[in-house]
């Protein structure tokens, strides 16, 4: 079955350090991975999207690989800040299918 | 642009009792989704709309839950009767992809959803 994996353990830097968050899946196919960002008690919020034929996409401090062969996408956030804490969500869209890792909780310390 | 609203934003039944959760999409936005998050994991998709028909509706509960679109614009779902399982947030999330034959990339906005506790 479909399986997208992201650290379960929480992710704690120093303000200013670059946060890299990884998502891994197997037996799947995805046409685009997009990053969301949850706040306790909030909806998710759309990041950025990336396409099965792009390896690399940048928003202002935020940049997405995406590496087809190896099945992970890596996310990064350059010059952290305190403000950017808060759990990040990988999903996998194939099709009109859209599936949703667990996310991986994220502590900028300032 | 207003988000997307759903209400209530808090409710509190016993199991057996019946439950219903409404949605507005934003405007324009032809597909719509609920999803269910328990505390802790991802959100996982109970049903899918494209306008007011079922695009994927494989992992709802039939038995127990219900939705529809009415008119292709605001949603309700349903459970009846409700399980101490059911306790979770319930997201609505809309999204402008089209349903031709190349679907785009589908990102997605959500409301704030509605946290469900069943006693």
């Known amino acids: 079955s479909q399986k997208i994996e992201q650290n379960s353990e929480a992710l704690n830097i120093q303000e200013g350090k670059t946060a890299t968050l990884t998502c891994n899946y197997t037996?799947?196919?995805?046409?685009?991975l997009q990053w969301y960002r949850q706040d306790p008690g909030r909806g998710p919020v759309f990041l950025l999207l990336i396409r099965e034929n792009e390896k690399e996409k940048r928003k202002e401090r935020l940049k997405v690989t995406f590496d087809t062969t190896l099945k992970q996408s890596l996310f990064h956030i350059t010059a952290s800040q305190p403000a950017d804490s808060a759990t990040y969500l990988c999903?996998?869209?194939?099709?009109?299918?859209?599936?949703f890792g667990a996310g991986t909780r994220l502590f900028v310390k300032a | 642009e207003a988000g997307v609203a759903q209400s209530p934003r808090y409710k509190i039944i016993e199991k057996r009792q019946s439950v219903a959760f409404w949605c507005n999409p934003i405007s324009g936005h032809a597909t719509l989704y609920w999803y269910q998050q328990i505390l802790g994991q991802g959100p996982k998709l109970l049903i899918q709309f494209q306008n007011n028909g079922v695009v994927d509706d494989s992992q709802l509960p039939k038995d127990r839950f219900s939705a529809e679109r009415l008119k292709g614009v605001d949603s309700t779902l349903k459970i009846q009767p409700a399980k101490l399982e059911d306790s979770a947030v319930y997201l609505c999330?809309?999204?402008?992809?089209?349903?031709?034959?190349?679907?785009?990339?589908?990102?997605?906005?959500f409301g704030p959803g509605t946290r469900l506790t069943v006693t």
């Open positions: 999330a809309s999204s402008s992809s089209t349903s031709g034959s190349a679907p785009r990339g589908g990102e997605q906005y």
């Open positions: 037996n799947y196919s995805p046409a685009y």
């Open positions: 999903a996998l869209r194939g099709g009109f299918k859209t599936i």
